[in-house]
């Protein structure tokens, strides 16, 4: 009872990103495109999600298989949006479609416009299908999570995940959101590995995948990019400085929430040299640490999403599952 609205939200995932993203697509390329030959976003949205469909989920007795149609399948759906999208552009542009008189209503005749790029879209991709699945075995969206797994792996290990939360970091240091720059690079990753974590868990398995939401916005990022949490406090309760004391002060609550954009800029601790250091290094220390505990003492990863703004000592407890804190209790 509890699973299925997850299932049914998180469980469709890939399946929702096709089309919206052959949506927000269409609408980036409509501005390069003439007035009187634009190509219909919501054509383009129902072609992506068919396209998805043909290409990432396996046919079963009685219906289809839903284990690609979630967060396993996002890298998928990205290209097979990109890929209707340009199909659209190219008919489009080329006026490949079906021609009605003027006196026919503009609906009806958008409606009959649009089916050769819907048509071409899907065919292309059906055929695509059969002679992947013949010569591969299996279907596209499988062997693309088999083919990046060398990645994720990678990704999850020590020097990976240092790369990574330490770019953040070094990002936001010199005045970039860091991760707006770093997370559309790792977030096919971050949803894989969730996904995967909870089917460990459910199975009696041991939930080791590092790279995930929780683990950026509740261990690496503890108060904000930069790990400023104890660092606000410190200023709010420890300074000789009265400014600084406000500022911490000012920012002590927000902090909590995820949100130090008020120390960042107050203090300043961006451009900061004497903050450098421990602004980059914080992070990478916290996610080692975390690493840890999972590697080491077996506790159990994030299995969970929770908002981003969840203060970070609940967003650990609760991401992770409250049950696995027995680790705690046995180490």
Same mark, same amino acid.
């Given at each position: 009872?509890?699973?299925?609205?997850?299932?049914?939200?998180?469980?469709?995932?890939?399946?929702?990103?096709?089309?919206?993203?052959?949506?927000?697509?269409?609408?980036?390329?409509?501005?390069?495109?003439?007035?009187?030959?634009?190509?219909?976003?919501?054509?383009?949205?129902?072609?992506?999600?068919?396209?998805?469909?043909?290409?990432?989920?396996? $046919?079963?007795?009685?219906?289809?298989?839903?284990?690609?149609?979630? /967060?396993?399948? =996002? &890298?998928?759906? %990205?290209?097979? @949006? #990109?890929?209707?999208?340009?199909?659209?552009?190219?008919?489009?542009?080329?006026?490949?479609?079906?021609?009605?008189?003027?006196?026919?209503?503009?609906?009806? $005749?958008?409606?009959?416009?649009?089916?050769?790029?819907?048509?071409? /879209?899907?065919? =292309? &991709?059906?055929? %695509?299908?059969? @002679? #992947?699945?013949?010569?591969?075995?299996?279907?596209?969206?499988?062997?693309?999570?088999?083919?990046?797994?060398?990645?994720?792996?990678?990704?999850?290990?020590?020097?990976?995940?240092?790369?990574?939360?330490?770019?953040?970091?070094?990002?936001?240091?010199?005045?970039?959101?860091?991760?707006?720059?770093?997370?559309?690079?790792?977030?096919?990753?971050?949803?894989?590995?969730?996904?995967?974590?909870?089917?460990?868990?459910?199975?009696?398995?041991?939930?080791?995948?590092?790279?995930?939401?929780?683990?950026?916005?509740?261990?690496?990022?503890?108060?904000?990019?930069?790990?400023?949490?104890?660092?606000?406090?410190?200023?709010?309760?420890?300074?000789?400085?009265?400014?600084?004391?406000?500022?911490?002060?000012?920012?002590?609550?927000?902090?909590?929430?995820?949100?130090?954009?008020?120390?960042?800029?107050?203090?300043?601790?961006?451009?900061?040299?004497?903050?450098?250091?421990?602004?980059?290094?914080?992070?990478?220390?916290?996610?080692?640490?975390?690493?840890?505990?999972?590697?080491?003492?077996?506790?159990?990863?994030?299995?969970?999403?929770?908002?981003?703004?969840?203060?970070?000592?609940?967003?650990?407890?609760?991401?992770?599952?409250?049950?696995?804190?027995?680790?705690?209790?046995?180490?």
């Amino acid at each position: 009872m509890i699973l299925k609205p997850y299932n049914y939200s998180m469980g469709l995932l890939a399946v929702l990103v096709a089309g919206t993203t052959a949506k927000n697509l269409c609408d980036s390329l409509n501005r390069d495109m003439p007035v009187n030959r634009q190509i219909n976003n919501i054509s383009t949205l129902m072609a992506g999600i068919v396209g998805f469909l043909v290409v990432g989920v396996d $046919s079963i007795k009685g219906g289809f298989s839903s284990g690609y149609m979630g /967060s396993k399948g =996002l &890298l998928t759906a %990205f290209l097979v @949006a #990109f890929f209707v999208c340009n199909v659209y552009k190219f008919c489009v542009k080329r006026n490949i479609t079906i021609h009605m008189p003027e006196e026919v209503p503009p609906n009806i $005749s958008q409606t009959f416009a649009d089916v050769i790029p819907f048509g071409v /879209s899907i065919l =292309l &991709l059906a055929l %695509f299908d059969i @002679a #992947f699945r013949h010569f591969v075995g299996m279907c596209f969206a499988e062997s693309v999570i088999e083919f990046f797994k060398p990645l994720f792996t990678a990704a999850d290990g020590y020097l990976g995940l240092a790369i990574i939360y330490g770019a953040m970091s070094l990002f936001w240091f010199v005045g970039i959101q860091g991760p707006s720059i770093v997370e559309p690079a790792v977030s096919a990753i971050y949803y894989v590995n969730i996904a995967n974590n909870l089917e460990l868990f459910q199975a009696g398995k041991h939930a080791a995948n590092i790279l995930t939401p929780g683990c950026q916005q509740f261990v690496a990022t503890l108060g904000g990019t930069g790990a400023t949490l104890v660092v606000t406090l410190m200023f709010a309760f420890m300074a000789k400085s009265k400014e600084l004391r406000a500022v911490g002060k000012a920012s002590s609550i927000p902090v909590l929430f995820g949100v130090n954009e008020p120390i960042l800029f107050g203090a300043p601790l961006i451009l900061n040299p004497i903050f450098f250091i421990p602004f980059i290094v914080a992070p990478i220390l916290n996610v080692w640490m975390f690493k840890a505990f999972v590697d080491i003492l077996g506790m159990n990863s994030f299995m969970y999403i929770l908002p981003w703004t969840t203060p970070a000592p609940l967003g650990i407890v609760l991401g992770c599952g409250i049950h696995c804190y027995q680790y705690y209790l046995q180490y």
